[in-house]
């Protein structure tokens, strides 16, 4: 009979794990504390959205050898039950006297010497997730045990997808990409922006997407002011660009990317911006290998975009994808990390139009061996119009 196990078999959490406790043997660590929704859900197949309460505290432990651990308040005993763990220890949540502090003092003492370390991520795009005060007071507990830096052990096994991995984030591009069709159904001239983004929002969900994390965009005449703002209720008029971008999730993995549209019929400056973006990363595309640097790609970016007339725009330009929206690395002039091959990740160039407006342009892919595979439908080479 088949392990119990939820989202994938139980031998592909069996063996994330087995690379984290490679990892772990090679840095040193006797056990890996995981407090993240990230990071448990990678580690156990741990899916819920209750992780938006931030009243309870949550904890995997993995052993240098053997399995993991969830150390867990108890109204999600019966959700962990159905993951491939057999070992769940669980306290009444919340208890403002002992928030599960004693039962994973206990639990790691189990599995760490005296002297030993646990590691715990403490780098960049990482959290703890849990009170200072009760982290605090773990610490003492277990002194003279060590809590030490796993951000590498951690990272440099998730970065890379499974086979299994990579099909979710291509699924949960494909349900995008139907959303992303009906955008001409709902978006036209006079249409309030903050409607657009609620109906683009229903297209995602209808389409067959669990859950909408993220959405962001924005609109304007020959560009938008940022990506990141809320929507409001001006319309969208004759000569705007029109950014949709969305992180939907489908059984835990996220899809990244945007799509731009003409609001009539495009202008000269929108239409040139659009067709730069498109080179550059058509550029991108033919050059990426495994070895490449993180840094090489953002200069491939920007060096093809000025070679078309183009201004890059600031910020990074692209990153990791995954169980979060973003992960490392980061497509940026300083990030030094070299490409592997199965990462999956966004290229996300970005342009000066005029007056700070801007134009971006992504796509989701991942590296193999030999090239790149898209997993987002590439945009077409000309700016779409909407006309009507």
């Given amino acids: 009979m088949a392990e119990r196990s939820i989202i994938f078999p139980a031998q592909e959490f069996r063996a994330r794990v087995a690379r984290f406790q490679a990892g772990m043997v090679a840095e040193g ?10 990071d448990v859900f990678y580690a156990t197949g741990f899916l819920t959205r209750f992780w938006e309460s931030p009243a309870r505290p949550w904890f995997v432990v993995i052993p240098q050898a053997g399995d993991p651990v969830a150390v867990i308040p108890s109204i999600g005993a019966a959700l962990m039950g159905r993951t491939w763990l057999g070992d769940i220890r669980t306290w009444d949540a919340p208890d403002p006297r002992d928030d599960g502090i004693s039962l994973l003092a206990d639990t790691l003492a189990g599995f760490v010497p005296a002297t030993g370390n646990i590691g715990l991520p403490m780098g960049l795009e990482t959290h703890l997730r849990m009170p ?215 290229l996300e160039p970005g342009c000066i139009t005029r007056d700070g407006r801007i134009i971006v342009h992504e796509e989701n892919i991942v590296l193999r061996e030999d090239g790149v595979d898209l997993l987002s439908p590439r945009a077409p080479a000309d700016l779409p119009e909407i006309i009507r």
């Fill in 29 to 38: 660590l006797d056990a890996l504390l995981l407090t993240t929704p990230a």
């Fill in 132 to 346: 200072l005060a009760d982290y605090a007071a773990l610490r003492a507990r277990l002194a003279p045990r060590r809590f030490v830096d796993a951000t590498t052990c951690v990272q440099r096994v998730r970065e890379v997808k499974s086979d299994a991995e990579i099909a979710k984030v291509r699924e949960t591009c494909t349900i995008a990409a139907r959303a992303f069709e009906r955008v001409p159904g709902f978006a036209h001239a006079g249409q309030p922006l903050r409607d657009v983004f609620r109906d683009f929002q229903i297209a995602l969900l209808s389409e067959g997407a669990d859950w909408v994390s993220y959405v962001a965009g924005g609109a304007g005449p020959d560009g938008y002011g940022d990506v990141i703002s809320p929507a409001g209720p001006e319309p969208l008029v004759q000569g705007d660009v029109l950014m949709l971008d969305t992180g939907a999730v489908k059984d835990g993995y996220f899809c990244d990317f945007d799509r731009n549209f003409a609001i009539g019929p495009a202008t000269d400056t929108a239409r040139r911006a659009h067709a730069a973006l498109w080179r550059a990363t058509e550029d991108v595309l033919s050059i990426l290998r495994p070895g490449v640097c993180a840094c090489d790609v953002h200069r491939t970016l920007c060096e093809s975009l000025r070679r078309q007339g183009a201004t890059p725009s600031g910020g990074r330009l692209g990153h990791g994808l995954g169980v979060t929206l973003t992960e490392w690395p980061s497509f940026t002039p300083l990030d030094e990390t070299p490409l592997r091959a199965g990462m999956v990740l966004t």
